[in-house]
């Protein structure tokens, strides 16, 4: 009676630890820092899109910014003239360092000519 208690435990404790390895195997956390200019009509409310992508081809995409993980307070208006943007947010880890980053505005909303100093991303996990 004890052998088979002893195989369903260990056949759950199995899966458990398989199941967190899978899990954490998945999951990294991104933050992105991004730095508007200063330049006048620099700024825009469009909706900006990042994609990430390593020497393998392989590549997370974030659709929108601002919903994924902006970490600004609310009611802060992003992307905006001088304004340095912090955003964190989960994804899928990449198997190598990212190489290639694509940053894209839809050119919806005022401001569509939104000028980017520079995008500074860190990948933890």
């Not at 404790?13 to 956390?29: H, I």
């Not at 590549?59 to 992307?79: A, K, Q």
């Amino acid at each position: 009676m004890a052998i088979p208690a002893l195989l369903i435990l260990s056949f759950f404790l199995l899966f458990s630890f398989s199941t967190t390895a899978l899990a954490d195997n998945e999951d990294c956390v991104y933050s992105v820092y991004v730095r508007t200019g200063s330049i006048i009509k620099g700024g825009t409310d469009s909706i900006i899109s990042l994609k990430l992508e390593d020497a393998y081809g392989e590549s997370v995409e974030i659709s929108n910014m601002e919903t994924w993980g902006g970490l600004m307070e609310p009611g802060h208006d992003y992307f905006e003239r001088g304004n340095l943007d912090i955003f964190s947010g989960r994804g899928r880890c990449l198997d190598a360092p990212v190489c290639s980053m694509n940053l894209t505005s839809d050119g919806s909303g005022t401001g569509h000519g939104w000028y980017c100093n520079y995008v500074e991303v860190t990948m933890t996990g």
